[in-house]
């Protein structure tokens, strides 16, 4: 299987999407960095940051920024890797193979998944630790409400960006189920929709329920679409 995993990265060239994550996690540091120091987000005339219901914390708003990027990169990826090999009848190739389609579909979404998870753990560890580390010299605008010194704080980073990386399968399912790399991604962020928007004081971020619910649905996802890939035709 981890010789399946490499294949996929050396096939798909992962180090395009190392760079692209890269870049985004500097990108968010300076810009969540700036939203804590810097006042870009307080009201001009009050001075008190303006923030939507349930993000008057500083990891509310890491949570929500990282979540989406996560997201998106998940199904872009998952387009890429297994929607679009579909399409495109490259996976035809693969299925020649004298390896079982399942296996292969499994090495294709966790090579997404793996990439996806460390990235998106090292990206929150990066902005919170910028974020701690400016709190020796400034003033955040928003309250800072984690301790990176405990062990609850690092299982409950593993926890959740598992949680995000895995509502991708859904995405892929929707895609599979279209025939449409379009779809996965559209899927993707509807899924941000979701999961991280608000309506006045109603959102689904805080629920504790709604991510088992929304996990569960996703390992149901990613079940059906390798369960499905024996007897299913190619697009």
Known sequence: MLKLIRLEWK??????????????????????????????????????????????????SIELFTSMTALILTGVMLSSFIVSAYKNKTMNLMFSYPIRRQKILVSQM?????????????????????ILAGSCFMTSSF???????????????????????????????????????KATIVTSFLLIFLTQASIGDLTMANQAA??????????AAAFFSVSRAETDDLM
């Open 110 to 130: 966790l090579a997404v998944w793996i990439f996806n998870f460390a990235a998106l753990v090292l990206t929150r560890l990066l902005i919170c630790s910028c």
């Open 210 to 219: 709604f991510p088992l619910i929304l996990t569960l649905i996703s390992l």
């Open 11 to 60: 096939k798909n060239n992962i180090g395009k999407y190392f760079t692209k994550a890269v870049i985004v996690a500097v990108l968010l540091c300076l810009f969540l960095f700036a939203l804590a120091y810097l006042g870009i987000a307080n009201d001009p005339d009050t001075g008190v940051p303006d923030a939507a219901s349930g993000n008057e914390m500083i990891s509310s």
């Open 143 to 181: 309250p800072i409400d984690y301790d990176m010194t405990g062990v609850g704080f690092y299982l409950q980073l593993l926890v959740k960006s598992a949680v995000i990386v895995t509502m991708g399968f859904i995405a892929l399912f929707v895609g599979l189920a279209m025939k449409s790399s």
